[in-house]
């Protein structure tokens, strides 16, 4: 079974950077994408960014395009995202998640094609 286990959160000033990480445990079967949603408070949970680990393709939400970037560490199961320039509106709690068994073209920002979720970590950004 999948654990995610999601960290690097806090708070910062707008214009300031955070680097979140997601530990991911060993399972059966094929995880073909890692992605990062974001809920803030009173709004659905929305597509941040996403990694095919089959193609190495990424997908970013426009809305961060340019400011946030992805990276992934194999040896250690690991995904990052970079968050850099972040501004109040990116404040939200952060949500990694993969899917299994489907390409991530298509599929990475639709929440109800993720197979596992980890807790959460908190982002606030400050004016």
């Known amino acids: 079974q999948v654990q995610l286990v999601e960290s690097g959160g806090g708070s910062v000033q707008a214009g300031g950077s955070l680097r979140l990480s997601c530990a991911a445990s060993?399972?059966?079967?094929?995880?073909?994408?890692m992605g990062w949603f974001r809920q803030a408070p009173g709004k659905e949970r929305e597509g941040v960014a996403a990694?095919?680990?089959?193609?190495?393709?990424?997908y970013y939400a426009a809305t961060v395009n340019g400011r946030f970037t992805l990276s992934r560490d194999n040896a250690k199961n690991t995904v990052h995202l970079q968050m850099n320039s972040l501004k109040p509106e990116d404040t939200a709690m952060y949500y990694c998640g993969t899917v299994v068994g489907t390409s991530c073209a298509g599929v990475w920002s639709l929440r109800s094609r993720y197979n596992y979720w980890g807790q959460g970590t908190q982002v606030t950004v400050s004016s």
């Open positions: 060993a399972y059966t079967g094929s995880s073909n994408c």
């Open positions: 990694l095919s680990t089959k193609t190495g393709a990424e």
